[in-house]
Structures are given as structure tokens and as C-alpha cells.
């Protein structure tokens, strides 16, 4: 009986999510009252907790991190383990709706994440090696990586996820969660390592940064053949980042064409 109930929550908690996911390009949504003050909350929060003044706030709404949430991989043994596959998407789900609503990142949607898997000819994006997921990474323009594994073990569930820097494939931060195993605490703790993902953004943002002022120069250069702006880009992207070797390079090599 309880893991009859405890598959329709699961069950009943993915269809939730994924009618709010867009599947299609569409104009960006009105949030409603309750998504207002939970966004509200999290700049007064991040603000206090991280010393930010309205200038820096604003600067984050400017230049976004781009952030992809790959699938999790399912590492339950035995019968537990075909109840909890569905989230292995699942999660990916939760997190990007969770990510959308803070204002330091810019979410790559699983429909893009989708077309990446179908060109890599891969069956799905859970499990993948570290140069496969940096190789996803720059395909779909983002700067970061999130991703990992999750199990239940005597009633537990734990999730071990990574932040990955896409540029150089440095693992900025390492999430390792352990509770209870309840579908319906599941979002609360999305809603926790989210948090802590844009405290880590933020604490790293310099270089972060330099990495979307980096990938905006290799945009305007290769597919723009606007030189003039790549190099702006690339010396915004040093600008921030003086150890960043590959805005380094871009500037010496476009200053002497």
C-alpha cells in the first residue's frame, strides 16, 4: 500500500512540474502573486546573506549565468529502483523550474537538452562522463553544469550532485543530501540546493562572468564575424578574470590581425 501511494505522489509531483515546463518558445509568462514574493525573497535573502547592494543586484540582471541541469542518474538497487527511475528526469524538471526563478541564472530548457541528446546520439543525458558533459555544455551555450546521482537506501534518499565550470571543467561545488524519503519533500529540498547554487555563483561570479563575456566574443567571431565586438567581449571577459587564458590568447590573436 505505501508504495502504491508513494508512486502516485511521485507520479502526481512530475505531472505538476511538467505542465509548467514551456515546451515551445513562447512570450515570457506573467508571474502570478505567490511566484512574485518567492522571487522577491530570494534577492532580500540572497541581498542580507550575501552583502549585495542594489548596483550589484542589477548587474546580475544584466549578464545571467547560463546554467544547464542534466538528467540524474538512478543509483537505487533492487525493487526501489524502477519507483524511483521516473526521477531521473525528474529532477532535471524540478530544478530548472526551481533555477528559472532566480535572477543570477539563465536555465537552458530540456527541450534544447533533448536536441543535444538526439545529435550526440545518446539515449538520455543521465551518467554521462565529464568530457561528454562538457562537450553538452558548449553545444548549448552554457557556463555551468549541474548534475549527479540520487539512491534510496533504507528509507533514505540521498542526492550527490555537482556544479561543474564548463570552460574548464573545474568542479566549483559538490552537493551531498540525505533526508527522509518523501515524494512530497522532494521540491523542498530542490528548493534548498537551489539556494545554495546561487550563493555559490555569486561567491564565484567573477570568473563566471568572464566566461559569458568569453562565450559572447567566440559568438560575435565565429558566427557574427564581427572582430571589433569579440574583442570588446573578450577584454570585458579579462576585465573580470585576468587568469582567464583563453580571453588572453582571443586578445593577443585579435590585436594583431
Known amino acids: 500500500m505505501r508504495l ?4 502516485g505522489l511521485i507520479f502526481s509531483l512530475l505531472v505538476f512540474v511538467l505542465s509548467c515546463a514551456t515546451p515551445t518558445p513562447s512570450p515570457k509568462p506573467k508571474l502570478d ?3 512574485r514574493e518567492r522571487l522577491q525573497s530570494y534577492s532580500q535573502t540572497l541581498e542580507e546573506e550575501l552583502d549585495m547592494d542594489t548596483h550589484e543586484w542589477q548587474n546580475w540582471e544584466k549578464e545571467k549565468i547560463t546554467i544547464a541541469v542534466l538528467d540524474f542518474e538512478n543509483n537505487t538497487s533492487g525493487g526501489q529502483k524502477a519507483e524511483l527511475d521516473a526521477l531521473r528526469t525528474g529532477l532535471t524538471d524540478m530544478f530548472i523550474t526551481e533555477l528559472m526563478q532566480i535572477p543570477i541564472f539563465k536555465v537552458i530548457e530540456r527541450t534544447r537538452l533533448s536536441q543535444v541528446a538526439n545529435e550526440l546520439a ?4 543521465a551518467g554521462v562522463d565529464a568530457d561528454t558533459a562538457q562537450q553538452i555544455g ?8 549541474y548534475y549527479g546521482s540520487f539512491m534510496s537506501v533504507v528509507g533514505q534518499f540521498n542526492l550527490n550532485a555537482r556544479l561543474v565550470r564548463v570552460e574548464t571543467g573545474e568542479i566549483i561545488s559538490a552537493t551531498s543530501k540525505r533526508m527522509k524519503y518523501d ?3 522532494i521540491l523542498d529540498l530542490v528548493d534548498k540546493v537551489g539556494f545554495d547554487l546561487s550563493k555559490t555563483a555569486n561567491d564565484k561570479q567573477g570568473y563566471l562572468l568572464a566566461d559569458v563575456f568569453y562565450s559572447k566574443g567566440v559568438v560575435a567571431e565565429e558566427e557574427e564575424d564581427d572582430y571589433e565586438k569579440a574583442l570588446e567581449y573578450y577584454q570585458k571577459a579579462l576585465e573580470r578574470d585576468s587568469e582567464n587564458q583563453a580571453a588572453r590568447s582571443a586578445v593577443q590573436r585579435l590585436s594583431e590581425e
Open 122 to 125: 545518446l539515449p538520455d543525458l
Open 33 to 35: 502573486l505567490e511566484q
Open 183 to 185: 515524494p512530497d519533500t
Open 4 to 7: 502504491i501511494v508513494s508512486v
Open 138 to 145: 558548449r553545444l548549448v551555450g552554457a557556463q555551468v553544469l
